[in-house]
């Protein structure tokens, strides 16, 4: 069974980067046939895309986020990662990573099937 | 972007009544190459993380029991539990991915009555 576990600090200051990482066990992260995906929630809203990576480093950043993003991926770890710099308090949420099925027919990213538990990242100082 | 809209936001139905709710995407997600449109719907438990149900609008993933239902085309979709129980109680989500960025609905929240 794939699990996706997110870490990283549970609080970050204002105008400061938010970093978190997603570890990949029970399959390998080196598939042709997935995509992987930060996505996140803020308290008692709804869900939104940050961005996906392809194990080859191939990224897609939601436009409205695109100039804080980095997406980075470690196949030797099985691991990838995000990166949001510049947060505000707007940036408090839930983030989650996930598995985004890849469509082969359209070449591009469908639903997410696998998800990890999710971390609670606060802005504030 | 594409923009998804969810009705009701909430709902109350009595145990083993039906429940259904509706996504309304701002542009057709059918792919006319194929037929197939680009509609998945998602629950969401509280402290949990979305657990697909449905994808291409009315494919159940495996394990989802067959009392959930997706349906409709083009802009209009509809999930469907046929009869509700308790663990039903839940949010419900539906997301398009016909156009990048894939975009969520606001959500459903099913309750008991």
């Known amino acids: 069974q794939l699990l996706l576990q997110e870490s990283g600090p549970g609080l970050v200051k204002p105008s400061e980067t938010l970093s978190l990482t997603c570890t990949v066990s029970g399959g390998s992260i080196i598939s042709s046939g997935y995509y992987w995906g930060w996505i996140r929630q803020p308290p008692g809203k709804g869900l939104e895309l940050i961005g996906t990576?392809?194990?080859?480093?191939?990224?897609y950043y939601t436009p409205s986020l695109k100039s804080r993003v980095t997406i980075s991926v470690d196949t030797s770890k099985n691991q990838f990662s995000l990166k949001l710099s510049s947060v505000t308090a707007a940036d408090t949420a839930v983030y989650y990573c996930?598995?985004?099925?890849?469509?082969?027919?359209?070449?591009?990213?469908?639903?997410?099937?696998?998800w990890g538990q999710g971390i609670l990242v606060t802005v504030s100082s | 972007d594409i923009v998804m809209t969810q009705s009701p936001d909430s709902l109350a139905v009595s145990l083993g009544e039906r429940a259904t709710m509706k996504c309304k995407s701002s542009q057709s997600v059918l792919y006319s190459s194929n037929n197939k449109n680009s509609l998945a719907w998602y629950q969401q438990k509280p402290g949990q993380p979305p657990k697909l149900l449905i994808y291409w609008a009315s494919t159940r993933e495996s394990g989802v029991p067959d009392r959930i239902s997706g349906s409709g085309s083009g802009t209009d979709f509809t999930l469907t539990i046929s009869s509700l129980q308790a663990e039903d109680v839940a949010v419900y989500y539906c997301?398009?991915?016909?156009?990048?960025?894939?975009?969520f609905g606001g959500g459903t929240k099913v309750e008991i009555k």
């Open positions: 997301q398009q991915y016909y156009s990048s960025p894939v975009t």
């Open positions: 990576i392809y194990y080859s480093g191939s990224t």
């Open positions: 996930a598995r985004q099925d890849y469509d082969k027919y359209y070449d591009s990213g469908s639903y997410f099937d696998f």
